[in-house]
């Protein structure tokens, strides 16, 4: 199936600074990726969607100033937690959808990553 | 109401036997996608199999089936043989509408499958 790469795999910061969390779609383009939070044993909740060349959408109740998101490309986005606070240490995964062909009908997930504010 | 219920938070079976895993849904979109997602302890979403609301049989994918009730709305997993490596967290997951509707994907709780030797 189609490749969706993400990094970084695990990520420690401190409280108040930011981090990067990339996706990359690694054999296909991906006009719109998805970006998730996972919260330990429960499901994955829609943060917002990433879309190329245009501003995020997101979900209601996700602040679009903290969880910035930029669709730099067809196979990049990006998503920085600005001023992390330990309430943020989660686990981020994105997603893009295979335009038509065979994946066409499905997402494909990054590896995720855990992110831990200290 | 919830879109994707999952009543089996926690579930085992031997191994090479098989097991089915619950899902229903809730929609009143006539188009709408269905799919199963694996995910491993170390946290990436493996996608196993997808049905489509106007497929007419049951998808299968290896030693994974599909058990389309499209009346009453459940979509349950089958895995035939279980082998250690499905211990896993398994996700039902509904695509709500036509195909480009990905910002409408709602995830169930999960179920967490223990296979034992």
């Known amino acids: 199936g189609a490749v969706v790469s993400q990094h970084p795999s695990w990520v420690i910061c401190k409280s108040g600074t930011s981090v990067k969390i990339e996706c990359r779609s690694l054999?296909?383009?991906?006009?719109?990726m998805f970006w998730y939070r996972q919260f330990p044993k429960q499901s994955l909740m829609l943060m917002a969607t990433?879309?190329?060349?245009?501003?995020?959408?997101?979900e209601q109740g996700v602040e679009k100033d903290k969880f910035l998101i930029n669709h730099a490309s067809l196979t990049l986005s990006t998503l920085t937690v600005t001023s992390a606070h330990p309430e943020d240490s989660s686990f981020y995964i994105c997603?893009?959808?295979?335009?038509?062909?065979?994946?066409?009908?499905?997402?494909?997930f990054g590896e995720g990553s855990w992110l831990t504010v200290v | 109401a919830q879109k994707i219920t999952q009543t089996q938070p926690g579930m085992f079976v031997q191994e090479k036997e098989a097991v089915t895993l619950d899902c229903t849904y809730d929609t009143s979109d006539p188009s709408y996608g269905l799919f199963w997602y694996k995910q491993p302890s170390s946290g990436e979403m493996i996608f196993l199999i997808y049905?489509?609301?106007?497929?007419?049989q049951n998808a299968t994918e290896g030693r994974y089936s599909l058990n389309f009730q499209k009346a009453r709305k459940s979509a349950n997993l089958v895995i035939s043989a279980s082998q250690l490596g499905d211990s896993a967290m398994y996700f039902c997951a509904m695509r709500e509408g036509p195909v480009r509707n990905f910002n409408k994907f709602y995830f169930g709780s999960g179920t967490k499958l223990n296979v034992k030797p």
């Open positions: 990433s879309n190329e060349g245009s501003k995020a959408t997101y």
């Open positions: 049905q489509g609301s106007y497929d007419q």
């Open positions: 054999d296909f383009q991906a006009t719109t």
């Open positions: 997603s893009a959808r295979v335009s038509g062909g065979e994946g066409g009908n499905t997402i494909y």
